[in-house]
């Protein structure tokens, strides 16, 4: 991923009814959830609803497929995983931030020491 990419991301995201689109699509998993579910849990007319998800659609952070007459859409959990990574990679040091995959339980596992302690505070040895 590249910064150009990631200021896409974070601006789709940092409109009020992106962002809350984004969590409940995160919440609905890789299934997704049709446009008119997203517009009712959301009270969101279907239009406005729309223009956001194509803006996020631009930006990579949801999918869509068509299932029979409906539009599911889905958050872009493989995109949103690198944005994480682009932003550990680039802010962090390894040893303080990363993300592993769990085999087990089939998922990512981000991982932060607490590498910078409040101002006026040392850490613990």
């Known amino acids: ?6 200021l ?3 601006d ?10 984004f969590r409940l699509l995160v919440e609905q998993g890789p299934e997704g959830a049709p446009a008119g579910t997203l517009s009712e849990a959301l009270n969101i007319p279907h239009n ?3 223009f956001h998800l194509s803006h996020m659609s631009n930006a990579h952070l949801v999918t869509s497929r ?3 007459r409906s ?3 889905s958050a ?4 949103f995983t690198n944005l994480i990574q682009f932003m550990v990679e680039d802010c962090c040091r390894r040893e303080f ?13 981000i991982e932060l020491a607490q590498c910078c302690p409040p101002k006026g505070k040392e850490k613990a040895s």
């Open 12 to 21: 789709a995201l940092s409109q009020e009814t992106r962002l809350r689109v």
């Open 48 to 50: 406005t609803l729309s």
């Open 71 to 73: 539009i599911i859409y």
């Open 8 to 10: 896409i991301a974070f």
């Open 97 to 109: 931030a990363s993300i592993r995959h769990d085999k087990k339980k089939q998922c990512n596992i």
């Open 1 to 6: 991923m590249d910064i150009q990419e990631a």
């Open 66 to 68: 068509r299932q029979s």
């Open 76 to 79: 872009n959990f493989e995109f």
